[in-house]
């Protein structure tokens, strides 16, 4: 099976080492896993990716994509963070995330038809629930672009608080 992946940092299977005192790259990522169970990864993956950046690296690898069985997407933290030094400089001033709720959700729509397109599975992996705050609905409209495939799709519930 070949599987790719496009996300962030913890989809590159990035961690602090505190003995290193620095970022490192696990060996105990879940792509190492699943190439350790056999599949062919190509992880395209890259450190503060927003799904902007996503989508651009997806028409970049368009043709590695279309030879993949499954393609896995992990965005939103780095979507949903704040330019801080911003913050701390004008606090009670608007502050927008690094990508606006809009864009996030036309920009994944756009990655997932794009995927979809080529012929592959597309699964989107999110570290937050679906039912914290606005997620529900995000999740809702992100799952319907993914609907209008006959692509299987795969979803996991939780049996109890994370």
Not at 82 to 88: K, M, R, V
């Amino acid at each position: 099976m070949k599987i790719c992946i496009l996300g962030d940092s913890i989809a590159k299977g990035i961690l602090y080492d505190e003995e290193e005192r620095r970022y490192v790259t696990s060996r105990d990522s879940f792509a190492a896993r699943l190439a350790d169970d056999g599949a062919e990864v190509d992880n395209f993956s890259v450190f503060g990716c927003t799904v902007t950046k996503g989508l651009q690296l997806a028409q970049r690898h368009q043709a590695r994509l279309a030879g993949a069985d499954v393609v896995l997407m992990e965005f939103g933290g780095n979507d949903c963070d704040f330019h801080w030094d911003d913050i701390a400089a004008a606090p009670d001033a608007h502050h927008d995330p690094n990508t606006v709720m809009e864009l996030y959700l036309e920009n994944y729509t756009k990655l997932i038809c794009l995927i979809q397109g080529s012929g592959a599975m597309s699964l989107r992996i999110s570290l937050i629930s679906a039912s914290v705050g606005t997620g529900l609905g995000t999740s809702l409209r992100i799952y319907s672009v993914s609907s209008t495939s006959s692509l299987p799709r795969a979803t996991s519930k939780s049996s109890g608080p994370a």
